[in-house]
């Protein structure tokens, strides 16, 4: 092999690995369309210990609406204002951190990286397509409703 064959050969190398690293890179968990609000997270008081974070139901006022707030997604599943309208768990797939998202007609919580499904208690119904492993059932957050602030513990 002469000199110009190997380098050639060498490029191609690092072409691929360097465009399998954007790929990768670009199904990263830090961005999902769905925009964060920073949320409230705290500590403390007497519902339980953890991670405390708020969301204004009016955020979500429509039954399927959803919004992530730090690592938290929250649902609403049915009509009214009451803690048992919405739910409220992890953001992101326990597999392999795709973003989950909930699908209204099917009723369930979708990865979109390797479409794991979840029923809304958190039990998984499939795990992921096209890609070795499995998954574990989703975290499933308590959560209150206090006039118009649903907070979720995560512990």
């Known amino acids: 092999m002469n000199r110009k064959d190997f380098i050639f050969s060498v490029g ?34 007497n519902e339980g210990s953890g991670t405390r974070v708020n969301l204004a139901i009016s955020d979500i006022p429509n039954v399927g609406d959803q919004k992530r707030v730090n690592s938290v997604l929250f649902i609403r599943i049915a009509t009214g204002n009451t803690a048992d309208a919405f739910i409220a768990t992890e953001a992101v797939c326990p597999h392999q951190g795709g973003q989950l998202v909930f699908k209204g007609a099917q009723n369930i919580i979708e990865c979109q990286l390797h479409f794991a499904t979840y029923e809304l ?20 957050y308590a959560t209150t409703l206090n006039d118009t602030t649903l907070t979720a513990t995560v512990s």
């Open 12 to 45: 191609k190398g690092v072409l691929i690995a360097c465009s399998g690293s954007c790929l990768l890179a670009s199904c990263s968990s830090s961005d999902d369309g769905m925009g964060d609000t920073g949320g409230n997270p705290g500590s403390g008081g």
């Open 121 to 140: 208690d958190g039990d998984t119904v499939q795990g992921p397509q096209n890609s070795a492993g499995s998954t574990r059932d989703l975290k499933i």
